[in-house]
C-alpha cells in the first residue's frame, strides 16, 4: 500500500496523466475530423481475440453458458462493419490478457490495459497505415504544444516524427537480426517504423498470390520503446478462414457466431490495428516501466493491489 500511495501522490503520475488525457483527447478529435465512429467496448461475449501467444483464460460462467473476458475487439470490429451505412468505427477498449509472469520484466506487459482499436470497410493496408502515420504525428504535436511543463519535469525531449515511416519485412529483419529484430531496430532508430509481413492470428490476411505472406503490420516506437500497434488487413471469406482455423489447430466451435456470419458471406474485407494506450503513454513520457504509466497498472505474476 505504502508504494501504491506514494506512486498515486506522485508529481510524475499527474504529469503521465494529463499528457495521457491530452494524447486521447488529440486521437479522439482526429478520429472525428476523419469520420470515423466510436462505439463502446464490449467486455463479455462467447467470443473473443484467439490471440498468437498463450495467456491464462479469462472466462465467466452465466446461466450455463461460457463468456469471455475481451482479450481484443477485433472480431466485434469486423462485424460492426457488416452494417451497410457503417464503414470506419473505433473503440477504447480495456482488454483482460491473463499474461504468463515471465512477461512482468519486459516493462511493456500489463495484464489489463486499453488499446485505441480501429477497422475500415473495404480498405487496404496503404491507407490504413497512412492514416496512421497521420494520427501518431498529430498527436504528439498535440502533447508537444500542451504539455510543455510536464514533459520537462519528466525531462522527455520528444519530437514530432516526420516520416514517411520506414517499413520493413519481418522476414528479411528475422535473417539480419535474429529473434529479437523488433528490440534491435527500435534501438537504433529514431522515428517509429513498420515492420510488415507477420505470421499471425487466423483473421489477418495472407495474400492469395503469395501463400505465406501476410499483408500485415507492427508500429514500433523508436528509442527501444518497442511495438505500439499491430493491425493488417482481414480475411473475410469463409472457407479461407476455416482452412486458417484449421492450420492453427484452433477449434470451429469456439467462434461459431462469427464463422455463421462469414459463411452468410456477410463479413466485410477491411484493414485496421489496435495502439495499445499505456504503450503509447509509455512511449510519450519516456517511462521504461509500463506499471509506472498509470494508477491501477497490473504487471503480469504481480499481486493486484486496487
Ligand atoms: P496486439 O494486437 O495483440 O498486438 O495488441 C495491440 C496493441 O496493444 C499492441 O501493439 C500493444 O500496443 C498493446 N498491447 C498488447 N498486449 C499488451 C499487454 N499485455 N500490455 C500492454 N499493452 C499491450
Ligand atoms: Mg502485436
Redesign the pocket.
Known amino acids: 500500500m505504502e508504494k501504491f500511495l506514494e506512486k498515486l501522490k506522485s508529481k510524475e503520475m499527474a504529469a503521465r496523466l494529463r499528457i495521457q488525457s491530452s494524447a486521447l483527447k488529440a486521437i479522439h478529435d482526429h478520429m472525428h475530423l476523419f469520420g470515423v465512429i466510436q462505439l463502446v467496448p464490449v467486455l463479455l461475449s462467447p467470443i473473443t ?1 484467439p ?1 498468437c501467444h498463450s495467456v491464462f483464460e479469462a472466462d465467466i460462467a452465466y446461466y450455463g453458458q461460457q463468456l469471455a473476458l475481451t482479450k ?1 475487439m477485433i472480431m466485434h470490429k469486423q462485424i460492426s462493419l457488416v452494417s451497410p451505412y457503417t464503414d470506419k468505427i473505433y473503440i477504447v477498449s480495456p ?1 483482460i ?1 491473463l ?1 504468463k509472469a515471465e ?1 512482468a520484466s519486459t516493462g ?4 489489463d ?1 486499453s ?1 485505441v482499436d480501429v477497422e475500415f470497410k473495404g480498405k487496404g493496408r496503404g491507407e490504413f497505415m497512412g492514416f496512421t502515420e497521420e494520427i501518431m504525428k498529430h498527436t504528439i504535436k498535440r502533447v508537444l504544444e500542451e504539455c510543455g511543463a510536464e514533459l520537462e519535469l519528466l525531462r522527455r525531449e520528444l519530437k514530432t516524427p516526420k516520416g514517411p515511416f520506414k517499413k520493413y519485412d519481418s522476414r528479411e529483419m528475422l535473417e539480419r537480426f535474429g529473434e529479437g529484430y523488433e528490440q534491435a531496430l527500435s534501438f537504433e532508430s529514431s522515428e517509429p517504423f513498420w515492420i510488415t509481413n507477420i505470421k499471425r492470428e487466423f483473421y489477418d490476411r495472407e495474400d492469395p498470390g503469395c501463400p505465406g505472406k501476410y499483408l500485415n503490420y ?1 508500429l514500433v516506437y523508436p528509442e527501444g520503446f518497442g ?5 493488417g488487413e482481414r480475411d473475410w471469406e469463409y472457407g479461407v478462414l476455416m482452412r486458417k482455423m484449421e492450420e492453427r489447430g484452433q477449434s470451429p466451435g469456439s467462434f461459431a457466431p462469427y464463422l455463421e456470419l462469414a459463411k452468410r458471406g456477410e463479413l466485410k474485407p477491411s484493414a485496421g490495428g ?3 494506450v ?2 503509447l503513454v509509455r512511449y510519450l513520457t519516456g517511462t521504461r516501466d ?1 506499471g509506472d504509466v498509470g494508477l491501477f497498472t497490473k504487471k503480469p505474476g504481480e499481486k493486484v493491489v486496487l
Open positions: 481475440d490471440l481484443s482488454n490478457r499474461e512477461l511493456r506487459h500489463l495484464i490495459f488499446q507492427d511495438e505500439a500497434l499491430s493491425g489496435g495502439l495499445g499505456e504503450r509500463i
